[in-house]
């Protein structure tokens, strides 16, 4: 089964705006990481948050996590047309394994 | 290379016919996942490959589905009498995982399989 859910599934917003993206996840994780998937690419890495901790920043990118909830939320600020792309979150249950959500599809309109 | 590579990176096969997906990890990478994207879903963890150890194969869906890595480099993924079902895009990744709980897997470019 899957681990992570991401919240909203679609988000369209205005170029300049920040975007905000939630992800709930079952069960105990090591770490949980959110990815970039363009178009017919394959995923990249953004971001890795470690279980205790609860928040990080990487330029332009906000994570947040809180244990307690099982969630996670990933905050682009001054969203650019180049972010348009398909977000995941993945839990790292251990053992080297990621389990990922469905994703929420960012467009960014000019 | 420079990062993962995938091969082919697209596969169209008809129903019952078998077919054979490639990965060439980044070099060095000790640790090797092959994951399953179908349609509007999100990602569905399949094998991963540690260095020598046996294989993780709690994720492959059935029989008809099997890894190999040959020499700690590259893998195959097979998949035999496919089904209208497997069409999905096949993703291997892999990372420099030396016991840590932290290693960031590499994506490749996936591999879009169609079975008509």
């Known amino acids: 089964s899957q681990q992570g859910e991401e919240d909203p599934q679609a988000l369209s917003i205005q170029e300049g705006e920040n975007a905000t993206m939630n992800c709930s996840y079952k069960t105990s994780i090591n770490n949980l990481q959110w990815y970039r998937q363009n178009s017919g690419r394959g995923l990249v890495h953004l971001i890795l948050i470690r279980s205790n901790e609860r928040e990080k920043h990487s330029g332009r990118l906000r994570v947040t996590l809180d244990t307690s909830k099982k969630s996670s939320s990933l905050l682009i600020t001054a969203s650019r047309a180049a972010d348009t792309a398909s977000y995941f979150c993945?839990?790292?249950?251990?053992?080297?394994?990621?389990?990922f959500g469905q994703g929420t599809r960012l467009t960014i309109n000019p | 290379g420079a990062g993962v590579s995938q091969s082919p990176s697209n596969k169209v096969t008809e129903k019952g016919k078998d077919v054979e997906l490639r990965c060439d990890p980044i070099?060095?990478?000790?640790?090797l996942y092959w994951y399953r994207q179908s349609l509007g879903q999100g990602l569905e963890f399949l094998i991963y490959?540690?260095?020598?150890?046996?294989?993780?194969k709690s994720g492959l869906p059935s029989d008809r589905f099997s890894a190999e890595r040959t020499g700690g480099s590259v893998s195959t993924l097979t998949i035999q009498r496919t089904q209208q079902e497997d069409s999905a895009v096949y993703l291997c990744a892999s990372s420099s995982a030396g016991g840590a709980f932290e290693e960031t897997q590499y994506f490749g470019p996936g591999t879009r399989l169609l079975v008509l």
């Open positions: 490959f540690q260095g020598n150890s046996a294989p993780d």
């Open positions: 070099s060095g990478h000790t640790a």
């Open positions: 993945a839990g790292d249950q251990g053992a080297q394994k990621l389990v």
